[in-house]
């Protein structure tokens, strides 16, 4: 009976799987690690990036803040100064109105007498700014405390107003001086946040936008300078897009970024960075690592290729041994100890009709004593292949023989010779060989009954 190589097959194609499954596994936790760690790297830098961008924010407050205070300022002064003209004996009319608006280039005046009224005005809808606008407890309490005054800058409707409230001299009542706001081009000298973040590199070409929510109102990419925060490629419209405190994904000019958002006063702040960049070292390490894979591989398979050359050499030099003892050996059989299985290396035709039937080696060998070993030798030939304590029998030995006759006189020579060992030094297989050494022992008698004569 011929072994079944169905485990040991199995076993291999096990041991072959190892190394791309184990390869496999360690570059899938390689790019989960790096894209980790990549993340948390963009992470620091967005808010490193988010931080310079809301000081940019406040430096350019402040500064229009101090411009805004020297406007009100400068247009108070020129409130207190018409003030006090009734102290010096000139009286306030509609002339003098008219020409210090336009000689102080300012919108317009409004004269309130002690109840708050208004008396006298000049400039575009002076007055109907006064009572709908300016009308207010801040204004009224000038007239109850004199050296208080009231400065303000107002949004109305579609235009922005500069207003400033001083009390008369010499009268009670309330001067109000007004200018509408102009905006002007900026110089090239002058601060604003397009000169302030415009063309500015960020790392990891980060990009920067910063709106009011309704417009762009800088970034340092000018092809969305100025637009409408709809019509802006980065969905910064929905804030349900933005995770809060932490890295969004999104979508921009077809490729993937990655970005953070801020919230400042009146501006929205968004900085978003291109996938490129963002995993730029997970995608160097993970070449690296698959580079190394390749060449472990590489030299594995050479060396597989060395050890089943040998393999086969030592195979090839088995198989020419195993020839060699098959032409002396009339059987040889190969018997494994541990399993109790056998197989046949040579086996003549008479033989392997009565033995090839056998399941296990002790039954196959029983079966070869009661067939081919004559009775007078079976008690010794049975303790011979005793597979029980063979193991023991053959320590120190390289094999062991017995010397039998069947009952046609025809003798034979039967060797057991260990072939493999555990990693104890215990034998697991043993070969079984057979030889006729028929005409050697009648040489023999030969020899001896010439020797006697």
């Not at 608006?101 to 317009?108: K, P, Y």
């Amino acid at each position: 009976m011929m072994v079944k190589y169905t485990k040991h097959a199995k076993k291999n194609v096990v041991i072959r799987l190892i190394p791309p499954v184990a390869g496999v596994l360690l570059l899938a936790f390689i790019f989960l690690l790096t894209t980790y760690m990549a993340k948390q790297t963009v992470s620091g830098v967005a808010d490193e990036t988010l931080l310079y961008v809301r000081q940019t924010c406040e430096r350019y407050d402040n500064y229009v803040s101090d411009d805004k205070t020297k406007d009100l300022i400068n247009l108070q002064e020129k409130a207190i100064s018409i003030a006090m003209y009734e102290q010096y004996g000139v009286t306030i009319h509609k002339d003098i109105l008219d020409a210090y608006v336009v000689d102080e280039n300012f919108t317009g005046v409004v004269v309130t007498d002690k109840a708050g009224n208004c008396v006298l005005s000049s400039g575009e809808d002076a007055k109907i700014l006064f009572e709908k606008e300016l009308k207010n407890d801040s204004v009224s309490q000038i007239l109850e405390h004199p050296e208080k005054s009231y400065m303000e800058r107002l949004q109305i409707r579609e235009k922005t107003y500069d207003f400033a409230v001083v009390a008369r001299v010499g009268v009670t009542g309330l001067i109000l001086c007004y200018h509408e706001v102009e905006l002007r081009p900026m110089g090239v000298n002058e601060i604003s946040l397009d000169t302030m973040l415009s063309g500015h590199q960020f790392k990891m070409d980060g990009m920067v936008v910063i709106t009011n929510g309704e417009i762009v109102l800088n970034t340092n990419e000018n092809h969305v300078q100025g637009q409408s925060v709809v019509g802006c490629p980065i969905d910064i419209t929905d804030d349900t897009v933005w995770r809060e405190g932490r890295i969004t994904k999104l979508k921009y000019n077809g490729k993937r970024w990655y970005g953070r958002q801020m919230r400042y006063k009146q501006y929205r702040l968004y900085v978003v960075y291109p996938s490129s960049q963002v995993f730029a070292t997970r995608t160097t390490i993970l070449a690296f690592s698959t580079a190394i894979y390749i060449f472990f591989l590489l030299v594995l398979t050479f060396l597989r290729n060395r050890s089943a050359q040998n393999t086969m050499r030592e195979m090839q030099k088995q198989f020419r041994i195993i020839n060699a003892v098959g032409s002396i050996y009339k059987l040889n059989l190969l018997i494994h100890l541990d399993t109790g299985e056998w197989e046949a290396i040579k086996m003549p035709g008479e033989v392997g009709a009565v033995l090839q039937k056998q399941a296990t080696a002790k039954v196959m060998l029983e079966s070869y004593i009661q067939n081919f070993v004559g009775q007078a030798y079976r008690g010794a030939y049975q303790k011979f292949v005793n597979l029980s304590d063979l193991d023991e029998r053959l320590k120190g030995e390289s094999y062991i023989t017995f010397v039998s006759e069947n009952d046609f006189g025809i003798c034979a020579c039967s060797i057991l010779t260990p072939q493999c060992w555990d990693a104890k030094g215990h034998v697991t297989s043993v070969v079984f060989a057979v030889r006729d050494v028929t005409a050697d022992i009648q040489k023999m008698k030969q020899k001896q009954m010439g020797a006697l004569a």
